[in-house]
């Protein structure tokens, strides 16, 4: 199975303050995600890369941005965190076209803004 | 507006009974559907997928059903077993030339009683 690390796994951070997390993962795959898990919202797409430097925003995008510089790395930084954005972030690889191999997710980042 | 829906938040079952998940979409453009499982402190994993084309796949104690025209599919597990205990999401692939982010629904917690 494709290794695929985040970190941190937890953080605590104030309003206002840049946070970024980290996506690594040790195959070449092209395709990254990442969403973050409410209650009652399920999984919700923030932003994905289709490889280095080719990002798209998903459904919850506002206050997040995201940078791909190396394939092995999507990196997702919140530039002034506000409470809403406490959650639990997922970062996700897909083996490309396979429809049948689905993603493979990290173990998540808890993030709490106080 | 959710596009995938998951109305049952929760669902107890006994150990070797039947346990059925269900799980509507609204957009008729998706092609793909998955199942994800996922336990307390660990990110989803792949359970179970289906195309479009086809109404049923198994694999093993796990099948999943789905009928197009009411737009509708379910998870059924058989015999369920106190281990299957955890969340389950739905997810959705939009029919599309590449960019295959999926869609989620808000989970249903899955208890199953020994």
């Known amino acids: 199975d494709a290794g695929i690390t985040q970190s941190p796994r937890h953080k605590v951070t104030e309003t206002g303050t840049p946070v970024t997390l980290r996506c690594h993962q040790t195959?070449?795959?092209?395709?990254m995600y990442w969403y973050r898990q409410d209650p009652g919202h399920g999984l919700r797409l923030i932003h994905y890369?289709?490889?280095?430097?080719?990002?798209d925003k998903g459904e919850v995008s506002d206050g997040y941005s995201v940078s791909r510089s190396k394939t092995e790395d999507f990196l997702l930084t919140l530039e002034s965190a506000t409470s809403s954005q406490t959650s639990v972030y997922f970062c996700?690889?897909?083996?490309?076209?396979?429809?049948?191999?689905?993603?493979?997710f990290g173990s998540g980042t808890r993030l709490t803004v106080v | 507006d959710q596009q995938v829906k998951q109305n049952s938040p929760s669902l107890s079952v006994q150990e070797g009974r039947i346990s059925i998940l269900n799980c509507d979409y609204t957009n008729s453009m998706f092609d793909y559907f998955l199942w994800y499982k996922k336990y307390p402190a660990e990110g989803p994993t792949f359970l179970i997928s289906?195309?479009?084309?086809?109404d049923k796949n198994e694999d093993g104690r796990f099948t999943v059903f789905l009928n197009k025209s009411a737009k509708h599919l379910s998870l059924h597990i058989v015999p369920s077993q106190p281990g299957d205990s955890a969340v389950y999401f739905c997810a959705a692939r939009p029919m599309d030339t590449g960019r295959r982010a999926l869609t989620f629904g808000s989970g249903t917690r899955l208890q199953v009683q020994p």
């Open positions: 195959e070449n795959h092209r395709y």
């Open positions: 996700a690889i897909s083996r490309g076209t396979q429809a049948n191999y689905g993603y493979t």
């Open positions: 289906i195309s479009s084309i086809k």
């Open positions: 890369s289709y490889g280095v430097k080719d990002t």
